[in-house]
T-cell receptor
């Protein structure tokens, strides 16, 4: 069964304190791993797509990496506005995404 | 780019009424659209997948007669919750996909409250 697990469930950081979020996956065939950011009461906002092991994508303070079994979302020197729930999702090729349960990030000033 | 608009954002109605939610891709053609349901502090649960001009594919456990999906064009899909009851209260989110293996882009969701 295809499965996506995110850790930690919740993370509290001080402004400027860098950290990483983990997304582990067990799928029959990976056709893309996606990172989204979701603010309360809103739909997920697309951040990155990764297709193959070794691939990296970067945007402002965020950097996503991919291996054959997991992906990391690195947050460098976070700011309070980075507070959100970060979702990881995997495309297994059956025209639907398998989502993890998310990491709730809170960055304090 | 890749903007999805969802309306209404909030609906409150009486038990037994039907509610229609619209999902539009504003700047791209979505060959496939998806409807999700999300409970508080939980992740997204896929309800159905719809391709333009064909019948929707529903996930196991989702009642197709209660949740009617129409994907009439490459930019519009609608979800109608028929004879809604309090247990149907939830946050409903749609998404559109530009092409196979491309990212899905999500609307801002509709909070449905049935009294």
């Amino acid at each position: 069964e295809d499965q996506v697990t995110q850790s930690p469930e919740a993370l509290r950081l001080q402004e400027g304190e860098s950290s990483s979020l983990n997304c582990s996956y067990t799928v029959s065939g990976l056709r893309g791993l996606f990172w989204y950011r979701q603010d309360p009461g809103k739909g997920p906002e697309f951040l990155f797509t990764l297709y193959s092991a070794g691939e990296e994508k970067e945007k402002e303070r965020l950097k996503a990496t991919l291996t054959k079994k997991e992906s990391f979302l690195h947050i460098t020197a976070p700011k309070p506005e980075d507070s959100a729930t970060y979702l990881c999702a995997v495309n297994t090729g059956f025209q639907k995404l398998v989502f993890g349960t998310g990491t709730r990030l809170l960055v304090s000033p | 780019g890749a903007v999805v608009s969802q309306h209404p954002s909030w609906v409150i109605c009486k038990s037994g009424t039907s509610v229609k939610i619209e999902c539009r891709s504003l700047d791209f053609q979505a060959t496939t659209m998806f409807w999700y349901r999300q409970f508080p502090k939980q992740s997204l649960m896929l309800m159905a997948t719809s391709n333009e001009g064909s019948k929707a594919t529903y996930e196991q456990g989702v009642e197709k007669d209660k949740f009617l999906i129409n994907h009439a064009s490459l930019t519009l899909s609608t979800l109608t919750v028929t004879s809604a009851h309090p247990e149907d209260s939830s946050f409903y989110i749609c998404s559109g996909e530009q092409g196979r293996d491309q990212p899905q882009h999500f609307g801002d969701g509709t909070r449905l409250s049935i009294l």
